[in-house]
């Protein structure tokens, strides 16, 4: 699998309206009883089935299958986490897959408007995964200033240079600089 995978899906929401009024026992075969449940207590439910049904497409696109190898439409589901933001919950096949692409989570977005409901996810690898306590080391730290340091000395002679008609001052040199900043930056 790459890096991250991407997934996106839009539902019409009187499309599911629709399928939910004709279909009682859609909600039943698609959704668990925690979403159902969380459906149905909105003003609006069918909204809440949209983007739930939208999620599932969106993780299975940024898995890189869709519903097919075996992937069925119980394998993917949402919950909320304690602050209501809304959670992939793989099972099944789905989960296997995951597993194998070395996908550690999958992050999810929903939204709606009166008429379209929309999911975004993304499959996160380890490899994808921001290193936050990563620190660098002391020569690169080191490396890093010596090279801002420089940029700042080749701005100030650009200035001065500007200012005396092209040659540096007397006494100035260019060179020194250059040869510290490349030692310490070899090092790295």
Do not use: W
């Not at 099944?92 to 975004?120: C, D, H, K, W």
């Amino acid at each position: 699998m790459a890096l991250a995978g991407v997934g996106v899906d839009i539902v019409s929401i009187e499309r599911m309206s629709r399928v939910l009024e004709r279909t009682p026992s859609f909600a039943t075969r698609v959704f668990t009883d925690e979403e159902r449940a969380y459906c149905e207590s909105c003003a609006r439910p069918a909204e809440h089935y949209a983007c739930r049904f939208a999620a599932r497409e969106a993780v299975l696109k940024a898995l890189g299958t869709g519903f097919s190898d075996g992937v069925g439409v119980s394998d993917v589901s949402v919950t909320r986490d304690r602050m209501g933001r809304p959670e992939a919950v793989l099972s099944g096949r789905a989960i296997e897959v995951a597993r194998q692409a070395g996908v550690e989570e999958v992050a999810i977005s929903l939204s709606f408007t009166n008429e379209m409901a929309v999911a975004n996810a993304v499959a996160v690898t380890r490899e994808s995964r921001p290193k936050l306590d990563e620190k660098p080391t002391p020569a690169e730290e080191l490396a890093s200033s010596f090279r801002e340091a420089r940029s700042i000395i080749d701005e100030l002679e650009r200035v001065q240079t500007k200012s005396t008609g092209g040659a540096p001052e007397e006494g100035a040199s260019v060179d020194e600089g250059s040869a510290v900043a490349e030692s310490v930056g070899s090092e790295s």
